[in-house]
């Protein structure tokens, strides 16, 4: 059975920083690209990064570029989102979705299949 965890999530500072993880069950990340999306009350779900299948390409959304980082570990089945300079405004509850390919489509929602439960992230003093 495929199925996504996450974990890694909390209560950080603004500055601060976190690591997502999200654990691939059922599948290999060879095969197809990971994404991570986040929510905010009362937002729409917005795209943040995504890593393709081979880990060779990777995108971030405008808002994150330059501190959030997508990495993978083959070993371990599991892709990473390093989260630095956080700040208020990335408080969401992140999760993290297969693509039905093995590229990262434009943060479509319909092209993930799968997703994770959901974790929270709350940046505030």
């Known amino acids: 059975q495929l199925q996504l965890v996450e974990s890694g999530g909390g209560l950080v500072q603004p500055g601060g920083s976190l690591r997502l993880s999200c654990a691939a069950l059922?599948?290999?990340?060879?095969?197809?690209?990971i994404g991570w999306f986040r929510q905010a009350p009362g937002k729409e779900r917005e795209g943040v990064s995504c890593?393709?299948?081979?880990?060779?390409?990777?995108h971030y959304a405008g808002s994150v570029k330059g501190r959030f980082t997508i990495s993978r570990d083959t070993a371990k089945n599991t892709v990473y989102l390093q989260m630095n300079s956080l700040k208020p405004e990335d408080t969401a509850v992140y999760f993290c979705?297969?693509?039905?390919?093995?590229?990262?489509?434009?943060?479509?929602?319909?092209?993930?299949?799968?997703w994770g439960q959901g974790i929270q992230v709350t940046v505030s003093s």
């Open positions: 979705g297969k693509e039905r390919s093995f590229y990262c489509s434009d943060y479509v929602p319909w092209t993930y299949d799968y």
């Open positions: 890593i393709s299948s081979g880990g060779e390409i990777t």
């Open positions: 059922g599948f290999t990340l060879d095969d197809y690209a």
